[in-house]
T-cell receptor, first 114, second 111 residues
Framework: EPEVTQTPSHQVTQMGQEVILRCVPI?????FYWYRQILGQKVEFLVS????????KSEIFDDQFSVERPDGSNFTLKIRSTKLEDSAMYFC????????????FGPGTRLTVT | RKEVEQDPGPFNVPEGATVAFNCTYS??????FFWYRQDCRKEPKLLMS???SGNEDGRFTAQLNRASQYISLLIRDSKLSDSATYLC????????????FGTGTSLTVIP
């Protein structure tokens, strides 16, 4: 069964450093997403991406964040200058279509900012 | 304003019991609804989509009540492996298909 994969599984970084989280969505999916979940809190939407551009972003997704699909398989989330409050589990998801389609989540990257 | 509200529980039920979770949503324009389950420190996994007519998948039944703006999940004959957090999820039609998640309802099935 195809699945979304993410690397690394755990990333530790110092405040102010840049991190890149990587995702490989399911191959025939067209819509890609990043969500985050702070420990003990709910899953929160960050950004959606379709046809090589951002289609929606939340207020969390400020100028420190960017996304890219550098090739036909990878989808990345970059945080330019990490803050302590960026510590969270970051989930990538993908879906076959847009509205009303199920989203399938990767196993997540646990980001710890010290 | 919370878009999706769930009773956080916890629900502790014996094996074989029937348990029901409810979830309310605030935006009447919502079009798509799902139940996901999340095990501790793992990713949300799709359990089932929720359709207006209601739908069933084995021991799981999901229902949508648009008039009252709530969705429900019924689990029959609970198994130990059903222990997880159940997430109510809503999608809006005019966004980039972003999902709004509830805080989740914790279920523990006891032997």
């Amino acid at each position: 069964e195809p699945e979304v994969t993410q690397t690394p599984s755990h990333q530790v970084t110092q405040m102010g450093q840049e991190v890149i989280l990587r995702c490989v969505p399911i191959s025939n999916h067209l819509y890609f997403y990043w969500y985050r979940q702070i420990l003990g809190q709910k899953v929160e939407f960050l950004v959606s991406f379709y046809n090589n551009e951002i289609s929606e972003k939340s207020e969390i997704f400020d100028d420190q964040f960017s996304v890219e699909r550098p090739d036909g398989s990878n989808f990345t989330l970059k945080i330019r200058s990490t803050k302590l409050e960026d510590s969270a589990m970051y989930f990538c998801a993908s879906s076959e279509g847009g509205r009303n389609y199920e989203q399938y989540f990767g196993p997540g990257t646990r980001l710890t900012v010290t | 304003r919370k878009e999706v509200e769930q009773d956080p529980g916890p629900f502790n039920v014996p094996e074989g019991a029937t348990v029901a979770f409810n979830c309310t949503y605030s935006n009447s324009a919502s079009q798509s609804f799902f139940w996901y389950r999340q095990d501790c420190r793992k990713e949300p996994k799709l359990l089932m989509s929720v359709y207006s007519s209601g739908n069933e998948d084995g021991r799981f039944t999901a229902q949508l009540n648009r008039a009252s703006q709530y969705i429900s999940l019924l689990i029959r004959d609970s198994k130990l492996s059903d222990s997880a957090t159940y997430l109510c999820v809503m999608g809006l039609p005019y966004t980039g298909n972003q999902f709004y998640f509830g805080t989740g309802t914790s279920l523990t099935v006891i032997p």
